[in-house]
């Protein structure tokens, strides 16, 4: 079943209660973070408004950091993006190729947050979300989410004229369904984060016409090779009872 | 009889060694690269040594060019010059060439010390290096600046250079096995017969030439028989 987390950036307060619980409950080394709240000022003077960016893992079911990886250390599971750093091969790939810039190289190995599987599978909320004071995140069925972040949009609507959904179809639909008081770019969010053609070309066509073309060549060239070798043989008789003879 | 002749020097010693450095860093590229872009190998990626060898193995392939040219410079410079040099009877070798393939050599015209074939892949080889070395060195130093679209053009480009390098290496193994070529690059000497029918105008050469330029060593020299050569191409005739 498809879980979500619901994101509304419209009551996020900056408290940063969310990334410290987080950082404690997932035991993560020092200098290591998977949320990072960046405080911002929006608009033009006189008309300024603060708020606060929450950058973290937004769990793409398009996920680009999926797609690119080549050992399986990223995989999605139950909508949400997992990671097993035990087989990370710490390429890089997904640092590069994730439309948020989420994944970072902690020790030689892809870091970020993995919608804290092992408290989740067992039943339970991610750090966060259990932590937020100010309603700010949910966590639940994505379906269920959706519907509460419509809600959340249409009640905002008097205050923030241009509020809405965000992550409802991006990048195929987001594990993390965000509620914008403004639009996307301006809260620092790619407008379309959906993986690039180059990615999927690589990915989807060359890679595996790569294998395919190198592993038919070489069973073609081991066929052929036992005739062509047979026919070899055969002229070199030929040539040495033509020269005897 | 053409069998009593003696082996015929093909590669000098350090041409030996610069392509065992070539062939060995090139596998082991091959190896760990494959780590990267195929499933069921990824495992073995993990934790990162794969990556580390890839670039080990990558000074390896990279000092090719010049450690060729430090160990043998006139072999080295013979090579490019000929790679990228083809005659009409290099051109007339490639219009028969699905005969070659077959194992049929006495149907083609005759060859110079390296024939139309090899010619091709060496001059490819050397060709394409430049780009899996070039895309290689960016994913190596450039990587972390690179942003989606690079990083996947890049390695997409590499991923192409290996696959050319590749199939050729295929072609090239298959060639080595139908004709019995690998002694060439083992001991350095390949059997007369073959190269006699195999590369006719190389063995004139050398027959012809007082001090043969590829044998150094006098024992081997081949020497000079009022016989022709062997192949049975006739110039313009349909066979
Ligand atoms: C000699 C110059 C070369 C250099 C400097 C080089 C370097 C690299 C680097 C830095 C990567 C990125 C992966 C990582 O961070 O570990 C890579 C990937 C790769 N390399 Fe090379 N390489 C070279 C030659 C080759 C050759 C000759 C082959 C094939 C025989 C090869 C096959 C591959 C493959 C298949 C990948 C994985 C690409 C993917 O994930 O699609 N490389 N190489
Ligand atoms: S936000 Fe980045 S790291 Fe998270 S799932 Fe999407 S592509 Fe992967
Ligand atoms: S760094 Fe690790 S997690 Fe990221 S793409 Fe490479 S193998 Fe996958």
Request: proline share 5%; glycine share 10%.
């Amino acid at each position: 079943m498809a879980m979500a987390f619901l994101l509304d950036l419209g009551r996020c307060i900056g408290c940063q209660a969310c990334s410290a619980a987080c950082k404690t409950g997932n035991e993560l080394a020092a200098g290591t973070q998977f949320i990072r709240l960046i405080e911002q000022t929006r608009g033009e003077f006189p008309d300024l408004s603060g708020g606060f960016t929450n950058h973290r893992c937004y769990h793409c079911a398009d996920a680009a950091c999926v797609n690119v990886c080549p050992t399986g250390a990223l995989y999605k599971e139950d909508g949400l993006t997992r990671t097993s750093r035990d087989i990370c091969s710490g390429c890089g790939y997904c640092v590069e190729a994730c439309p948020f810039g989420v994944p970072e190289m902690v020790d030689g190995l892809s870091s970020k947050c993995d919608g804290c599987a092992d408290t989740v599978r067992a039943g339970g909320e991610p750090w966060c979300v259990v932590t937020c004071p100010s309603n700010a995140l949910e966590f639940g069925e994505r379906e269920e989410i959706v519907k509460e972040a419509r809600e959340r949009v249409t009640a905002m609507r008097a205050r923030y004229p241009k509020a809405r959904v965000y992550g409802e179809d991006e990048a195929g639909g987001l594990g993390v369904v965000m509620v914008l008081p403004d639009d996307p770019d301006v809260l620092d969010l790619p407008v379309d984060p959906a993986p690039g053609a180059l990615i999927n070309t690589w990915t989807g066509i060359v890679q595996p016409a790569t294998l395919a073309l190198t592993a038919g060549a070489t069973v073609a060239a081991g066929v052929m090779g036992v005739i062509a070798r047979r026919n070899h043989m055969l002229e070199l008789k030929a040539l040495e009872e033509g020269e005897e003879a | 009889m053409a069998t009593l002749e003696r082996p015929v020097l093909r590669y000098r010693r350090n041409q030996r060694i610069v392509h065992a450095v070539l062939a060995t860093s090139f596998l082991l590229l091959l190896l760990t690269g494959m780590m990267l872009l195929w499933g069921p190998a990824s495992r073995f990626a993990g934790g990162g040594t794969s990556r580390l060898v890839h670039r080990i193995a990558a000074l390896g392939y990279m000092s090719v060019p010049i450690g060729y040219l430090l160990a043998d410079r006139a072999g080295a410079i013979e090579l490019v010059r000929e790679s990228f040099r083809y005659d009409r009877d290099d051109i007339a070798w490639f219009k028969h060439m699905y005969r070659y393939a077959l194992g049929r050599t006495r149907e083609m015209p005759p060859q110079g010390r390296l024939n139309a074939g090899q010619k091709l892949h060496h001059a490819f080889v050397i060709v394409v290096s430049v780009g899996v070395v070039g895309t290689g060195l960016t994913l190596w130093f450039l990587k972390s600046s690179l942003g989606p679209d690079w990083l996947a053009f890049t390695t997409l480009m590499h991923d192409l250079c290996m696959l050319g390098l590749t199939l050729f290496l295929v072609g090239h193994l298959y060639f080595t096995y139908v004709y019995k070529a690998l002694s060439g690059m083992t001991t350095g000497y390949v059997d007369a017969v073959e190269a006699r029918l195999e590369h006719a105008k190389w063995v004139e050469e050398l027959a012809a030439s007082p001090q043969p330029a590829h044998a150094t060593d006098p024992a081997h020299a081949i020497t000079k028989t009022n016989k022709t050569t062997t192949t049975t191409y006739r110039k313009g005739k349909k066979q």
